[in-house]
């Protein structure tokens, strides 16, 4: 009881504090001066604020960004030994480097690597950390582009791109991580520059804490949809989550910055109605995800349960286990990949159920940013297939929905299936991908098609069964994060192009309606329809299976 308690509290929260955070957004991201700190910043770097670009020169220059970003983020780790504030650590290997600089770019943060044992405080803060900020900024950016697109009646503008990451950082996330900061460190989150102590603990032995920046590292990770654990064991550990209460605040902190920005389309949109239509759509999903991801705790069948035994194994136990549950599901759905429990001591459906928020394109509600231009292009499909079945004309917001329209949503649907299923097939058909299996069947299976989901859809969490640092997984997962972000990208950006150019027709008898309860179960089903559709061969032989298991 007290677990459902708890998710009712956080849920309520969030749906109060959206709305001033996503009315705050949209006043502060799209128009209005440009601050003085701002102009300076615009000024040394070249760029013109007040200049807008077409879908390929704002594509173009994102990526460059995320370019010059994957390989400052590179040298920073390879050369970390000879840097301050190292800690003694040496620096990484190139392929691991590599993996790492693209995992944080990208917005994945999979670490193939323990975090206290690799990384000092100058990888943490000016690398790992800047580029959490960046990521998820770069999330923003597509999104905004995306809803101009689409309210836009004329011209071929989307935005600027550097505006919009100047501006998602300094006037959002930045202010946002310090206030959640403040609030983390008084309850009890470590905050310092301290390297690791040995002490002397009341049974007579020693043991070695970790010090750092732990405190003003935490709500980066968990905001941006970063994920990355400042240690290993991540919100588990008591120096990064040390209560319920504060457990409690990290899952709104995940989800309160995807959620809000489905309030800010509402309102740039000038439709609120449509942004709550959306917010119904995605509590229902999240609804979904966690009863299923409780009840599948609570029957805890299949390999795992022989496994490890008890419920209780592999959860963290001043929590309970709904209360990793809902953090877990909060992390898949949210795109963050953080975990105050092992993931791979959930049950076999448990985990199951973690894959299929992973699956659904992490749209309940999905990054910052990704989650909502995920979210559009599933009401896109629903609007068109509404629109075939019922005769009625597909249109969103006025603009029509033709045939090069949903040619760059189809082809973004398809990228993260395709990817997944090549790379977890290339896998476990090759020895260099079966070696680092800790487990054989269809967990071992699961546990293979957990990290290429998880690295493709930019989520960060893993199983730890499976070893991933070494060369065939580094390289492998490289090409899988980064395909899988920035080719969906390209694909939004050419369809905001695409709409921006589009005149809004008239609304009519003949135009199918997007609110209402008959549209928030049109869009609900088509999510969970195209997810089952694409993965339930694989879930098949994974999940379900071994949750059938013993």
């Not at 190292?86 to 995992?103: D, I, K, Q, R």
């Not at 193939?112 to 790992?128: D, F, I, P, Q, S």
């Not at 299936?417 to 070696?435: Q, R």
Request: charged share 10%; with cysteine; aromatic share 8%.
């Amino acid at each position: 009881m007290y677990g459902w308690l708890q998710a009712l509290f956080v849920l309520t929260l969030l749906v109060v504090l959206h709305v001033p955070v996503g009315d705050y957004m949209a006043r502060t991201l799209d128009g209005g001066r440009h601050l003085a700190i701002e102009r300076r910043l615009y000024r040394i770097c070249g760029v013109d604020p007040d200049r807008e670009q077409d879908w390929r020169h704002y594509l173009l220059a994102l990526m460059a960004f995320s370019v010059l970003g994957i390989a400052a983020l590179f040298a920073l780790l390879t050369l970390q030994g000879s840097l301050p504030w190292s800690l003694g650590h040496p620096g990484m290997s190139w392929e691991l480097a590599l993996h790492t600089a693209v995992s944080f770019t990208t917005n994945t943060s999979w670490q193939n690597y323990a975090g206290e044992a690799t990384t000092g405080h100058l990888a943490v803060m000016a690398g790992l950390g800047v580029q959490g900020f960046a990521s998820a900024a770069v999330g923003m950016c597509v999104g905004l582009a995306l809803i101009r697109g689409l309210v836009r009646r004329s011209g071929t503008e989307i935005g600027n791109f550097w505006v919009d990451l100047v501006r998602s950082v300094f006037r959002v996330l930045l202010p946002l991580a310090v206030l959640f900061g403040i609030v983390l460190i008084c309850m009890g989150v470590q905050q310092n520059l301290d390297g690791a102590q040995t002490v002397n603990t009341v049974a007579g032995g020693t043991q070695t804490l970790i010090g750092g920046p732990v405190g003003s590292w935490e709500p980066v990770k968990l905001m941006t949809g970063d994920g990355g654990g400042f240690f290993n064991a991540s919100s588990a550990h008591p120096f990064e989550n040390p209560s319920s209460l504060s457990n409690s605040l990290e899952i709104l902190i995940m989800l309160i910055v995807p959620t809000a920005f489905i309030r800010t389309f509402g309102r740039m949109a000038g439709n609120l109605r449509l942004g709550w239509t959306m917010l119904t759509v995605v509590g229902i999903l999240f609804g979904l995800l966690l009863i299923a991801g409780n009840l599948a705790q609570a029957a805890h069948t299949g390999t795992v349960a022989q496994a490890v035994g008890a419920q209780t194994e592999g959860t963290e136990t001043r929590f309970g286990i709904p209360a990793s549950t809902l953090f877990g599901v909060s992390a898949t759905a949210s795109a963050d990949g953080a975990l105050n429990a092992s993931y791979d001591s959930f049950s076999s459906l448990g985990g199951g159920v973690l894959l299929a928020a992973m699956m659904l394109g992490e749209i309940a509600p999905g990054g910052t940013g990704s989650g909502l231009y995920g979210l559009i292009m599933v009401v896109l499909v629903a609007i068109f297939l509404g629109g075939l079945m019922v005769g009625r004309t597909p249109e969103f917001m006025g603009k029509r929905i033709g045939f090069t329209e949903m040619r760059y949503v189809v082809l973004y649907s398809l990228v993260s299936p395709t990817l997944i299923l090549a790379f977890t097939g290339l896998a476990v058909g090759l020895p260099a991908g079966v070696s680092s299996m800790g487990n054989v069947g269809a967990h071992g299976l699961t546990e293979v098609l957990y990290a290429y989901t998880s690295n493709v859809n930019s989520n960060g969490s893993a199983m730890a069964g499976l070893n991933g640092n070494t060369m065939f997984y580094n390289l492998t997962m490289t090409a899988a994060m980064f395909i899988g972000r920035y080719l969906p990208i390209a694909f939004v950006l050419a369809l905001a192009g695409r709409l921006v150019r589009r005149q809004p027709q008239a609304v009519t008898a003949g135009t199918l309606r997007t609110q209402g309860v008959s549209f928030v179960v049109l869009a609900t089903g088509v999510a969970l329809i195209v997810a089952l559709l694409n993965f339930l061969p694989a879930l098949s032989l994974g999940p379900l299976a071994d949750g059938l298991l013993g």
